[in-house]
């Protein structure tokens, strides 16, 4: 019986560890069809790298988490199996991400300038575009985690840019995200800080919602520094290339 449970539970982790490595396959199959497989195969390895950060740090934490899932053209993600105890917590596992995420991008940047290689180049723009875009200050955006720490009335904010962004390029992905956001605003509206609840969730110090503060506006602000530049530089590629 005892060989049985564990042969079940090993099938179990291994099916996990096949549906990652199955949809990563297909994403990068699927982007190959789009961008070629050498930016493919760059892109999904850079989505892998922002969900390992969340990953690391939900682990760090001691919450069960699953290994990422794929889905072309829409992302990844990691599954939680069970709720942060407190705003700093989901915080701090909102953060892991775009952390990690932008340092594989500086690590595509650096290498691009040394092997003077435009795919690198795109892919480090690729990246920084990506976490930038998670850094949106929105629920269920990685930003929307991270500022959750000072209120979650701050989501509010993020409304406007995701309506620009609609305006500006229209997609029917960030039609799904406002979608997935509404109840998180509904929330966000209901919000009592002073409800027992909500003082056991999000209570924490002057200093940790300082602290969190600085994080987001840095990597905010670097992301967007970065990902100004690379357009530039790419556009500066693209012309002298006519």
Not at 48 to 57: P, T, W
Not at 60 to 82: C, H, M, N, S
Not at 173 to 179: C, G, K, P, T, W
Not at 183 to 201: G, H, I, M, S, T
Request: glycine share 10%; proline share 5%.
């Amino acid at each position: 019986m005892t060989k049985l449970l564990l042969l079940v539970f090993g099938g179990l982790k291994l099916g996990k560890v096949l549906t990652t490595g199955g949809t990563m396959l297909l994403s990068i199959v699927v982007y190959a069809f789009v961008y070629g497989w050498k930016f493919a195969l760059g892109f999904v390895i850079l989505l892998l790298a922002h969900e390992a950060g969340h990953y690391v740090a939900a682990r760090r934490r001691g919450l069960d988490v699953g290994l990422p899932t794929f889905i072309p053209f829409v992302g990844a993600w990691i599954e939680l199996k069970e709720t942060p105890l407190n705003a700093e917590t989901e915080a701090y596992v909102g953060l892991g991400g775009p952390f990690v995420g932008t340092l594989a991008s500086m690590a595509c940047y650096f290498a691009a300038r040394e092997q003077d290689s435009n795919l690198l180049l795109a892919l480090a723009y690729a990246g920084c575009f990506l976490n930038l875009f998670n850094l949106i200050p929105l629920s269920p955006f990685d930003g929307g985690r991270i500022t959750a720490v000072l209120s979650p009335r701050i989501w509010f904010a993020g409304v406007p840019v995701l309506v620009a962004l609609f305006l500006w390029h229209p997609s029917p992905i960030l039609i799904l995200v406002a979608l997935l956001a509404l109840p998180q605003l509904a929330k966000a509206w209901r919000y009592d800080p002073q409800a027992p609840e909500n003082v056991r969730y999000y209570g924490v110090t002057t200093e940790t919602k300082v602290t969190y503060g600085a994080y987001y506006l840095g990597l905010l602000a670097f992301l967007s520094l970065m990902t100004y530049n690379l357009h530039d530089m790419l556009a500066a590629v693209r012309h002298a290339a006519h």
